[in-house]
């Protein structure tokens, strides 16, 4: 629904606005608006953004949704954006179909629209995606449980703790990526649960919080308690699901993977919480975009994707410290130099 942009603008004050660097001559402002501002991963993106902005004098403002889902407010941020003048929106999406209209209203009034983490869709609605390769994290993890397993991958009970029911990309990407790595025909690689592999116990939504991941994984191990695999979409996901394995005495039978990086997720694998973990690196996406839109504000020079991909590459590591065969990883002191949070 539509929203004048006073509206828009009362609304998107409501959700906190921080100024990070003064004002400049040239006068260049960009905006941050991400998912939540509460989970580690967003926080050290903004931070990222922060750093780079007072460094380059770019007047940042940030806005954050009040959960992961909460599209509306993330509209009613892209419409402030419009209405102040800004030059570039970074933005991780929690719908990435249903907010592409607003996202084509601010390119359309001559902003230049980076996705970050999570691929719009389709993925040139944005100008750009600053991203881990979220399909290879997925694989990733996959490929590390099957080889962790061995032969006992083919008879796996596999509970799969997604992020909401819209099925973001970042969600179907490492769903998929994981199913692909692990051996499971995903049917269609763009959707989530229209799988027939009988190792797959059933999917739940978390919305990328630990609270979230409990309540999946209690829901999982009721349908099947024999669940021994578990996939979760980022770490404080898979923190959940072990407080709710730990719970009914089965966080030693279970095997959970996850994508993230951050540093209590490292922790987590070093402690065994975690098997496996994909890194990521929300910093340098962050920073990169704020790079990005300070070029194209003085040159109208737009960010190229990485060759052969259709977005900007920022990088993925697997860390774990229980290295399987075939799968190239890191192990958690080397993952710990580069976490965040």
């Known amino acids: 629904m539509k929203k004048s942009l006073i509206t828009a603008a009362l609304s998107a004050l409501a959700l906190g606005v921080v100024f990070a660097a003064p004002v400049q001559a040239a006068d260049v402002s960009a905006c941050l608006i991400t998912k939540t501002d509460t989970n580690p991963f967003f926080v050290k993106m903004k931070e990222g953004a922060t750093a780079k902005a007072a460094e380059l004098g770019v007047t940042l403002k940030a806005y954050a949704g009040k959960v992961d889902g909460d599209s509306e407010s993330q509209v009613a941020a892209i419409e402030t954006c419009i209405a102040d003048g800004a030059k570039g929106i970074l933005l991780t999406a929690s719908d990435t179909k249903g907010i592409v209209p607003a996202v084509q209203k601010a390119r359309d009034a001559g902003l230049l629209v980076i996705a970050l983490d999570t691929p719009l869709e389709p993925i040139d609605s944005a100008d750009m995606t600053f991203a881990t390769d979220n399909l290879l994290a997925g694989e990733l993890i996959g490929k590390w449980a099957a080889a962790t397993l061995g032969d006992a991958a083919k008879d796996a009970k596999i509970a799969f703790l997604n992020l909401t029911p819209s099925q973001p990309s970042v969600d179907v990407l490492r769903n998929q990526g994981f199913m692909k790595g692990f051996g499971i025909d995903?049917?269609?690689?763009?959707?989530?649960?229209?799988?027939?592999?009988?190792?797959?116990?059933?999917?739940?939504?978390?919305?990328?919080?630990?609270?979230?991941?409990?309540?999946?994984?209690?829901?999982?191990?009721?349908?099947?308690?024999?669940?021994?695999?578990?996939?979760?979409?980022?770490?404080?996901?898979?923190?959940?699901?072990?407080?709710?394995?730990?719970?009914?005495?089965?966080?030693?039978?279970?095997?959970?993977?996850?994508?993230?990086?951050g540093c209590p997720g490292v922790k987590n694998v070093a402690e065994g919480v975690i098997g496996a973990t994909s890194q990521q690196y929300p910093l340098l996406m962050a920073s990169l975009g704020i790079e990005a839109i300070k070029k194209f504000a003085d040159t109208g020079e737009k960010p190229a994707a990485s060759e052969g991909k259709n977005f900007f590459d920022t990088g993925v590591a697997l860390v774990t410290d229980k290295p399987a065969a075939g799968v190239e990883s890191i192990d958690t002191k080397a993952g710990t130099d580069k976490c965040w949070g």
């Open 186 to 261: 995903t049917v269609d690689i763009n959707k989530i649960g229209d799988e027939t592999d009988p190792r797959i116990v059933g999917h739940d939504v978390t919305n990328g919080n630990e609270e979230g991941g409990r309540t999946a994984m209690e829901n999982l191990l009721q349908k099947d308690p024999s669940v021994n695999v578990v996939h979760t979409i980022n770490e404080p996901a898979a923190a959940g699901a072990y407080e709710a394995l730990k719970a009914v005495g089965k966080e030693g039978d279970v095997l959970i993977v996850s994508v993230d990086g």
